[in-house]
């Protein structure tokens, strides 16, 4: 029989072995940058500006607040994202209503401040100003957080509405930390107070969520 002569020499690379290996699936997508659009145009704001002023005037200060919501829905209107713009669903009766209720608690309080010196003795007006400044602490958090919830519910995206999910007992807290160290005097506070916007507004952000309107 004829032995077959063996060749140690390697094989030639196939084109297959060239190429070089898939890529692994490993379940993470890509994720993408979306930015946010606007469309609007100054002459078109300008235009509705005047209008507001002009209805506003004739009816004494009670439309500033429609004139208010047509801002708010054209701009949102004119704002793109991904490819659908978003839409304003206040109204101006919301708004007045708010306002009033605004208005009587923030009377309230501001009376209580113009009556600390007429109380008799320096006792009783310690104890109003105590009163007087604890109202002060919860009343601008609610209102913050009020304002805050009602803009929110008012924006929608594809059907879906935003919301806010901040407990208010959190923000007060916040609100009277950062108040207590505005007032301090010490260098310390000084420096650390221009962050107190940012708190605030981080502490608001993380709580807004979105959720599909109900049909």
């Known amino acids: 029989?004829?032995?077959?002569?063996?060749?140690?020499s390697p094989a030639p690379p196939t084109a297959e072995a060239a190429s070089p290996p898939p890529p692994i699936d490993d379940g993470i997508e890509d994720h993408?940058?979306?930015?946010?659009?606007?469309?609007?145009?100054?002459?078109?704001?300008?235009?509705?500006?005047?209008?507001?002023?002009?209805?506003?005037?004739?009816?004494l200060g009670i439309y500033h607040f429609?004139?208010?919501?047509?801002?708010?829905?054209?701009l949102l209107?004119?704002?793109?994202?991904?490819?659908?713009?978003f839409a304003y669903h206040g109204t101006g009766r919301e708004l007045l209503t708010g306002s009033i209720k605004a208005g009587f608690?923030?009377?309230?309080?501001?009376?209580?401040?113009?009556?600390?010196?007429?109380?008799?003795?320096?006792?009783?007006?310690?104890?109003?100003?105590?009163?007087?400044?604890g109202l002060f602490l919860v009343l601008v958090p609610v209102a913050?957080?009020?304002?805050?919830?009602?803009?929110?519910?008012?924006?929608?995206?594809r059907g879906i509405r935003f919301s806010f999910r901040g407990r208010l007992a959190d923000f007060i807290k916040l609100f009277a930390t950062v108040f207590a160290s505005v007032r301090?005097?010490?260098?310390?506070?000084?420096?650390?107070?221009?962050a107190a916007p940012t708190s605030r507004r981080r502490a608001t952000s993380t709580s807004t969520r979105a959720r599909r309107a109900r049909t």
């Open 184 to 194: 301090d005097d010490n260098a310390t506070s000084a420096l650390s107070a221009p």
């Open 1 to 8: 029989s004829v032995v077959e002569p063996f060749d140690a």
């Open 32 to 59: 993408q940058t979306q930015r946010l659009s606007f469309h609007g145009i100054g002459g078109s704001l300008f235009g509705i500006h005047l209008v507001n002023i002009f209805r506003t005037l004739i009816s």
């Open 66 to 74: 429609w004139g208010k919501v047509r801002v708010r829905a054209y």
């Open 77 to 85: 209107s004119e704002s793109e994202f991904e490819g659908d713009r």
């Open 105 to 133: 608690a923030f009377g309230v309080l501001i009376a209580c401040f113009n009556a600390l010196p007429f109380l008799p003795g320096p006792g009783a007006q310690l104890a109003g100003a105590a009163i007087a400044y």
């Open 144 to 157: 913050m957080v009020g304002a805050r919830r009602y803009r929110l519910s008012r924006t929608s995206w």
